[in-house]
């Protein structure tokens, strides 16, 4: 069974929606831990906020290497 080939609108409409669930995720994991934060657990909260950041780094990798964008 022959695969087939998408289009190169096709293949950014569905790294849109992969990016978003990324960008959507890392926020939250964020959100959780200034939650945390204001709850006077310091340690974890300031995990899970560098935990979020790491993902929405990877994000950006991600969005770099599949674009080819360039740094001026």
Avoid: S
Avoid at 27 to 40: E, N, Q, S, V
């Amino acid at each position: 069974m022959a695969k087939k080939k998408l289009t190169r609108q096709e293949e950014f409409e569905i790294l849109k929606l992969v990016l978003d669930k990324f960008l959507w995720f890392g926020f939250a994991i964020m959100a959780f831990g200034l939650y945390k934060l204001f709850k006077l657990e310091w340690t974890n909260g300031l995990l899970l906020i560098v935990a979020g950041a790491i993902v929405l780094v990877i994000l950006l990798i991600i969005i770099v290497k599949e674009y080819e964008i360039i740094r001026y």
